[in-house]
């Protein structure tokens, strides 16, 4: 989620939890350095504990 100035890290994902309840779905675009993507990983659990769909693309 791109932002034109920096958040601290509790609205960074209040702001991210409200926008990904909002989805029908997550597209998680995965490569060989996802798993050290901190950001990336709480987006993708967030996603799972909102019940929102995963779909998860290897690129």
Request: glycine share 6%; proline share 2%; charged share 35%.
């Amino acid at each position: 989620m791109p932002v034109k100035k920096e958040w601290n890290k509790n609205e960074w994902k209040d702001r991210c939890r409200t926008k990904i309840k909002r989805c029908d779905g997550v597209i998680a675009l995965l490569s060989k350095n996802t798993h050290q993507a901190g950001g990336a990983r709480w987006e993708m659990k967030c996603a799972r504990e909102e019940r929102v769909r995963i779909i998860g693309m290897h690129i």
